[in-house]
Nanobody, 120 residues
Framework: QVQLVESGGGLVQAGGSLRLSCTAS????????MDWYRQAPGKQREFVAR???????NYAESVKGRFAISRDSAKNTAYLQMNSLKPEDKAVYYC??????????????WGQGTQVTVSS
């Protein structure tokens, strides 16, 4: 089993910045892709950013140029640097990973989420 712990959420004014962290622990051999999703009240969960084990990145159009995803594979940790935050960015942000377990099975996992609130 894999556990994901997110941190770094909080309340900021529009135009401000936050950095989210996601750390994986448990019985796995390796972590492949590490993703960030978000879900705002009354809306479906949406993709935000992805970073592969090789360091390739992908972003939703709504956050390009403002957010940056990175990872420290030695620490099994992904980061999401969020700059120029807008009220529309208010949501619960979730970390999602694909893990290769010690059994060599591949399984996806979700964190509990961290709240990001942006005031006007």
């Amino acid at each position: 089993q894999v556990q994901l712990v997110e941190s770094g959420g909080g309340l900021v004014q529009a135009g401000g910045s936050l950095r989210l962290s996601c750390t994986a622990s448990g019985g796995f051999f390796a972590i492949n892709d590490m993703d960030w999703y978000r879900q705002a009240p009354g809306k479906q969960r949406e993709f935000v950013a992805r970073i592969t084990s090789g360091g390739n990145t992908n972003y939703a159009e709504s956050v390009k140029g403002r957010f940056a995803i990175s990872r420290d594979s030695a620490k099994n940790t992904a980061y999401l640097q969020m700059n120029s935050l807008k009220p529309e960015d208010k949501a619960v942000y979730y970390c999602s990973v694909e893990a290769i377990l010690v059994t060599r099975d591949r399984t996806g996992y979700w964190g509990q989420g961290t709240q990001v609130t942006v005031s006007s």
